[in-house]
C-alpha cells in the first residue's frame, strides 16, 4: 500500500527508492536498481566500481544534434534516527508518512536529500513525451561521507560540458559558486628531556565551536589558536615553559572548542596565575558576543618527569601563535567567505606535534598561497607540511545560459531566480574542477532539516519544481 500518489511519477519513484537501503557506504542496493532501471528502459548505463551510475538518454525528436546536458545527484543518504526509533538503516525500507503536505520519514532521515534529485532524474529518463537535449544522468555515491563517487567517476563518461545538480533545495534558489577545499598537516618536530619542574594544567573550553564552511566567518573563538595565543604571551612576560602534551579540536572541518595543555614551570605559582587571569579577561571581552562562554583556567598537575625541551616548546608555541586561520578573504559581490583556513586537531606523536588544518577556497591558486604561508611558518621552526586531499571549488561565472534559463522559467511562474553561493564543498565543485568549461546550476524543492530525523519534504514544492525543470530541458 503505497503513501503517496503512485500515479505521479516522482512520487512512485521516491517511494521506490526509499525502500531500498541507502546509506553512504552501502549503496550496492540502489546502484543495482539504477541500472537494472536503465536496462528494462533500454538505456545505455555504466556502472563503475565505486558504484556510481551513468544513464544516456538520445535528445527527443528534432534535438538529437544538440549539446548534452549532465543531470546530477547522489544516490546515498545520511541515516540519522531518534533514540527510540528501532530501524535498522542496513535492512529496514523508511516508513514514510505524510501530515499538512510534508512528507517525512518515521523516526530517521527522510532521504530526499538527495532522494529528491534521483526521482527527478528516473521520472525525467521515463517520460518519453518530454523535450530535451541528449541527457547524461549521473548517480554518485558516498557523497554525504567526502564526495568520494564523484570523485572515482571517470572523465570520458561525461561528454556535457553544462550541467544541473540537483542536490539542492529551495525552489526558487540556485548556487552560483562553492569553496574547493585542502587537507594539509603542518609539522613541528619535537624532542623530549627530563624534567623536574612543577606541573599545570592550561584548559580553554566553553567555546561554541562550529562549521569551518559556513560558520567561519562568524568572529568564532578557535580554542586551539587561543591557547597559543595565551602560550605565547606567557612567554612574553617571562615565563619559561616545557610543554608535555597538548589536545585540542576533534576534525579538521569543525571550529575547535576545547584546548588543553599540560607544562612544567619554574615560575612563580601565584604570578603564572594572575597573568593567566589577566590574559583570560581580555580574551572574554573580546569574545563577548560570539562565545561569552569562554573560559581560561589554570590548575596544578601532578609532576611528570619527561617535557619537550625548552627551545621546541618555545618553536612550538610561536608556530602555534603564528599559524594564519580563520577568514582570509571575502568576496564583496557574493558576501561571503573566499579564503579561509582553519586549525582544526592538534596531533602529538613521540616525536611531533601536527596542526591539522583545513584550508578552503573556489580558487585552486588561492589555496596553493595559503598552503605555501603555512609551509612557509612551519619550515621557519624545521617542520613542513603534507597535503591530506584536495578537491576543487566552482568559481562564479558571470555568464550562464542555463541559470538565464532557470530564470526565465521561473519568471514564467511569476517567481524571480535567487542566486546564492556556499564557503561548503559540493560535488559541483568536483565536477567544475574536472570539466573547466562546465556551465553549472543546481536546482531542487523545498525541505528542511536535512541530515536530522526532523527532515521533510514540501511535496506540492516537489512537484512544482520538477515542472520548472522540465521546463528548463524544453527551453535550453
Ligand atoms: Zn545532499
Avoid at 534516527?81 to 505524510?98: A, I, N, Q, Y
Avoid at 612550538?316 to 568576496?331: C, D, E, H, V, W
Avoid at 592538534?346 to 603555512?374: G, Y
Avoid at 612557509?376 to 584536495?390: E, L, M
Wanted: aromatic share 6%.
Amino acid at each position: 500500500m503505497s503513501v503517496l500518489d503512485s500515479g505521479i511519477p516522482i512520487y512512485r519513484f521516491f517511494e521506490e527508492i526509499s525502500a531500498i537501503p541507502r546509506g553512504s557506504g552501502n549503496e550496492e542496493g540502489i546502484s543495482r536498481y539504477l541500472a537494472a532501471f536503465a536496462q528494462e528502459r533500454g538505456l545505455r548505463h555504466v556502472r563503475d566500481s565505486a558504484n556510481n551510475v551513468v544513464i544516456y538518454k538520445d535528445g527527443s525528436a528534432g534535438r538529437e544534434q544538440e549539446p548534452a546536458l549532465m543531470l546530477q545527484a547522489h544516490m546515498d543518504m545520511v541515516c540519522e534516527k531518534e533514540s527510540s526509533c528501532g530501524h535498522d538503516f542496513l535492512t529496514d525500507p523508511l516508513k514514510l508518512r505524510v501530515k499538512d503536505g510534508l512528507l517525512s520519514a518515521e523516526g530517521t532521515t527522510l532521504g530526499a536529500d538527495d532522494g529528491a534529485g534521483v526521482s527527478y532524474m528516473l521520472a525525467i529518463l521515463d517520460d518519453p513525451s518530454l523535450s530535451h537535449p541528449p541527457l547524461e544522468c549521473v548517480f554518485t555515491t558516498s557523497e554525504e561521507t567526502g564526495m568520494d563517487g564523484a570523485r572515482a567517476l571517470k572523465k570520458d563518461l561525461i561528454t556535457a560540458r553544462r550541467m544541473i545538480g540537483l542536490d539542492e533545495e529551495g525552489e526558487v534558489t540556485t548556487c552560483v559558486s562553492s569553496a574547493g577545499g585542502r587537507r594539509l598537516l603542518a609539522r613541528c618536530p619535537i624532542l623530549f628531556s627530563e624534567n623536574t619542574y612543577p606541573c599545570y594544567l592550561l584548559t580553554v573550553t566553553g567555546l561554541k565551536g562550529g562549521h569551518s564552511g559556513s560558520q567561519i566567518d562568524r568572529n568564532l573563538g578557535n580554542a586551539i589558536k587561543l591557547g597559543f595565543r595565551v602560550l605565547y604571551q606567557l612567554l612574553e612576560r617571562g615565563v619559561d615553559i616545557r610543554i608535555i602534551r597538548i589536545t585540542g579540536g576533534a576534525k579538521d572541518n569543525a571550529i575547535p572548542r576545547e584546548f588543553a595543555v599540560l607544562f612544567s614551570s619554574t615560575f612563580s605559582p601565584p604570578m603564572l596565575e594572575k597573568y593567566v587571569d589577566q590574559i583570560g579577561a581580555d580574551l572574554r571581552e573580546e569574545y563577548f558576543e560570539e562565545d561569552p562562554g569562554l573560559t581560561v583556567a589554570l590548575e596544578g598537575a601532578e609532576r611528570v618527569d619527561s617535557a619537550i625541551t625548552p627551545e621546541d616548546s618555545g618553536a612550538l608555541i610561536t608556530m602555534g601563535y603564528l599559524l594564519p586561520n580563520g577568514l582570509l578573504a571575502q568576496s564583496s559581490r557574493l558576501g561571503i567567505p573566499t579564503v579561509s583556513l582553519n586549525v582544526g586537531v592538534i596531533i602529538q606523536t613521540a616525536e611531533n606535534i601536527d596542526f591539522d588544518c583545513l584550508l578552503r577556497s573556489p580558487l585552486r591558486s588561492a589555496r596553493e598561497d595559503m598552503s605555501r604561508q603555512v609551509e612557509a611558518v612551519s619550515s621557519i621552526f624545521g617542520g613542513f607540511i603534507q597535503v591530506q586531499g584536495d578537491y576543487d571549488g566552482w568559481n562564479y561565472s558571470e555568464s550562464s545560459p542555463l541559470r538565464d534559463a532557470l530564470r526565465q522559467a521561473l519568471a514564467e511562474k511569476g517567481c524571480e531566480l535567487q542566486e546564492f553561493s556556499t564557503h561548503g564543498g559540493l560535488e559541483t565543485g568536483i565536477f567544475k574542477g574536472r570539466y573547466p568549461q562546465m556551465d553549472i546550476i543546481t536546482y531542487g524543492p523545498v525541505m528542511s532539516g536535512i541530515h536530522t530525523p526532523a527532515e521533510t519534504l514540501d511535496l506540492g514544492s516537489f512537484l512544482r519544481s520538477y515542472e520548472n525543470l522540465v521546463r528548463v530541458l524544453e527551453i535550453i
